[in-house]
């Protein structure tokens, strides 16, 4: 059985959540019935591989995001039409195809639909109503909807009348990791920072966490994210940079220095306000450390109510001053014992078998 994977940027992963879950998938994957064939797209990649973890690897020429990303994808779909036996999006961009290509084939198409990323304050007006439509296409016409955050699902079911799967991620891919002299090249030391990582946009709360900490000088902070991607991040770097604890790093794509710097911080903050279950919050509550959280639905779901929630800054500077040590020990065991249930990855790819079968 050959799954077609389509709507990400592709694998090796060098992108974000979804090229993380493929990356796992592949890994992971536990049917010797089940073979992948994955999309990527070819400006992402200078080394082209035919192969990847038993993965067959097709390249189309164009960017998997933005405008161009649903030529990318319109283009995945309909190869994956003539080669796959079952075709999973993880995304809806690509979808406007569906009815059409329903018409002509019965192969099972399994669509994930991520958060509700017509939401996001980054899109304007036209790329929201594109989103949008295209997610109400895939939950009428897909064969299978995937939820990944219980609160996505109980709107699919309220808005589309429909069942869907909940299936989350993984977050077993990060480690802890501990060097001194690496860590202190940044002028940090063990358990003695609050640490991020995120995409520098307005939904994940970037500014507040910024001004909290900004009047919070002896809680140092590390960010790491996309500063230069757009004029936000800029101007955003550009005022709180002459803040002296805070501490604003570029990406990071090297998996042991960020896993340096995450699991040897003493608080994590988790800003993200859009979207379902975020890769970097399960990832986190794997490495067992105590979560502050932006005060949503989607992250009180994945966190089950046992991590602390921030509205705005204020709040969060009354939590962190406020949160004992015996605090932080006791949410941290709560969040390593909610992601060994629910956030291994060989849970996530046993998950994603059953459905193509």
């Known amino acids: 059985m050959k799954i077609g994977v389509i709507s990400t940027v592709g694998v090796p992963a060098c992108y974000g959540g979804y090229e993380t879950l493929v990356e796992n998938l592949l890994t992971?994957?536990?049917?010797?019935?089940?073979?992948?064939?994955?999309?990527?797209?070819?400006?992402?990649?200078?080394?082209?591989?035919?192969?990847?973890?038993?993965?067959?690897?097709?390249?189309?020429?164009?960017?998997?995001n933005g405008p161009i990303g649903i030529l990318y994808d319109s283009c995945s779909l309909f190869h994956a039409y003539f080669t796959c036996d079952v075709i999973m999006s993880l995304g809806t961009v690509g979808c406007f195809w569906l009815p059409?290509?329903?018409?002509?084939?019965?192969?099972k198409v399994i669509v994930n639909l991520d958060g509700l990323d017509d939401k996001r304050e980054k899109w304007n007006r036209l790329a929201r109503f594109v989103i949008r439509n295209a997610r109400n296409i895939a939950a009428k016409k897909a064969d299978v909807i995937i939820?990944?955050?219980?609160?996505?699902?109980?709107?699919?079911?309220?808005?589309?009348?429909?069942?869907?799967?909940?299936?989350?991620?993984?977050?077993?891919?990060?480690?802890?990791?501990y060097d001194e002299n690496q860590l202190s090249k940044y002028g940090l030391k063990r358990n003695e920072y609050a640490f991020k990582v995120a995409r520098i946009e307005p939904e994940n709360k970037i500014d507040v966490i910024l001004e909290?900490?900004?009047?919070?000088?002896?809680?140092?902070?590390?960010?790491?994210?996309?500063?230069?991607?757009?004029?936000?991040?800029?101007?955003?770097?550009?005022?709180?940079?002459?803040?002296?604890?805070?501490?604003?790093?570029?990406p990071i794509y090297n998996s042991q220095e960020i896993n340096l710097l995450r699991s040897n911080c003493n608080i994590y903050i988790h800003g993200h306000s859009a979207g379902g279950t975020n890769p970097s919050l399960v990832e986190a509550m794997y490495l067992g450390l105590p979560i502050i959280a932006s005060n949503v639905p989607y992250n009180r779901a994945t966190t089950e109510d046992k991590a602390l929630y921030f509205n705005d800054s204020k709040d969060l500077c009354n939590i962190v001053l406020s949160?004992?040590?015996?605090?932080?020990?006791?949410?941290?065991?709560?969040?390593?014992?909610?992601?060994?249930?629910?956030?291994?990855?060989?849970?996530i790819a046993d998950k994603y078998e059953q459905l193509y079968h």
């Not at 536990?30 to 067959?56: G, I, T």
């Not at 699902?153 to 480690?175: F, P």
């Open 100 to 107: 059409l290509f329903k018409l002509f084939s019965s192969k």
């Open 212 to 250: 909290a900490f900004s009047k919070m000088p002896l809680q140092k902070l590390v960010l790491v994210g996309n500063w230069n991607k757009n004029l936000y991040g800029r101007n955003t770097r550009k005022y709180y940079e002459k803040f002296s604890n805070l501490i604003l790093l570029d």
């Open 147 to 177: 939820a990944d955050n219980f609160v996505i699902q109980k709107y699919i079911k309220d808005k589309y009348h429909r069942d869907s799967v909940l299936i989350e991620y993984g977050g077993d891919n990060a480690y802890t990791y």
């Open 28 to 64: 992971y994957c536990q049917h010797s019935d089940v073979n992948y064939q994955v999309y990527c797209s070819s400006v992402a990649y200078s080394k082209k591989r035919k192969e990847y973890k038993n993965a067959q690897l097709k390249y189309f020429p164009f960017k998997a």
């Open 323 to 347: 949160l004992s040590h015996i605090q932080k020990k006791e949410i941290a065991s709560c969040m390593k014992n909610i992601a060994e249930r629910r956030y291994l990855w060989k849970i």
